[in-house]
T-cell receptor, first 115, second 115 residues
Framework: EAGVAQSPRYKIIEKRQSVAFWCNPI?????LYWYQQILGQGPKLLIQ????????DSQLPKDRFSAERLKGVDSTLKIQPAKLEDSAVYLC?????????????FGPGTRLTVT | AQSVTQPDIHITVSEGASLELRCNYS??????LFWYVQSPGQGLQLLLK??????LVQGIKGFEAEFKRSQSSFNLRKPSVHWSDAAEYFC?????????????FGTGTQLKVEL
């Protein structure tokens, strides 16, 4: 079975520019997560989708970050405009359902550098 | 609020030696506890999880962890470390928050294995 796919793997932008990340979860997985992992820290949940609806976006900086999962399959996370402190690895994960009994499978991440 | 503390940022062990990585959690109810491993440039992979029942949990790659409620700990162990175990290890606690089931990660322990 194919894993969680993410693109691009690396991105370098200047502050105030915009950037978008794409995630394709494992086929059939209803729940999709976006995490931010700053160097030296553990992943922090930004947003959680159940199918095409948002379950939890309490830690998403909504003034600059947005995410969508329009058809309940793949998802896009956007940052506009980017700040230096957004430099991090952005991880996408998916699970069969949102209960914690279902394992979250992580993609390889997108490493964002904001200069 | 749920939280996780991993007191050791870096640990170095010799190949063949035993390993114990510490994890302390804070959560109001019975926690769901997890250990993940992250190799360079890779996403996170689940090693093991505890939901209920036997407090000694077996995982993949020869790892085990013991849940101790009295100490609010969930330490990861391996009797004999292999060079390929060098990676970063994250402990996580799961619980209900904001309408979703959320994982909160610790800051990670970087494991170095000396040959």
């Amino acid at each position: 079975e194919a894993g969680v796919a993410q693109s691009p793997r690396y991105k370098i932008i200047e502050k105030r520019q915009s950037v978008a990340f794409w995630c394709n979860p494992i086929s059939g997985h209803a729940t999709l997560y976006w995490y931010q992992q700053i160097l030296g820290q553990g992943p922090k949940l930004l947003i959680q989708f159940q199918n095409n609806g948002v379950v939890d976006d309490s830690q998403l900086p909504k003034d600059r970050f947005s995410a969508e999962r329009l058809k309940g399959v793949d998802s896009t996370l956007k940052i506009q405009p980017a700040k230096l402190e957004d430099s991090a690895v952005y991880l996408c994960a998916s699970s069969l359902e949102r209960q914690l009994a279902y394992e979250q499978y992580f993609g390889p991440g997108t490493r964002l550098t904001v200069t | 609020a749920q939280s996780v503390t991993q007191p050791d940022i870096h640990i170095t062990v010799s190949e063949g030696a035993s390993l114990e990585l510490r994890c302390n959690y804070s959560y109001g109810a019975t926690p769901y506890l997890f250990w993940y491993v992250q190799s360079p440039g890779q996403g996170l992979q689940l090693l093991l999880k505890y939901f209920s029942g036997d407090t000694l949990v077996q995982g993949i790659k020869g790892f085990e962890a013991e849940f101790k409620r009295s100490q609010s700990s969930f330490n990861l162990r391996k009797p004999s470390v292999h060079w390929s175990d060098a990676a970063e290890y994250f402990c996580a606690v799961g619980g209900l928050t904001g309408g979703g089931n959320k994982l909160t990660f610790g800051t990670g322990t970087q494991l170095k294995v000396e040959l």
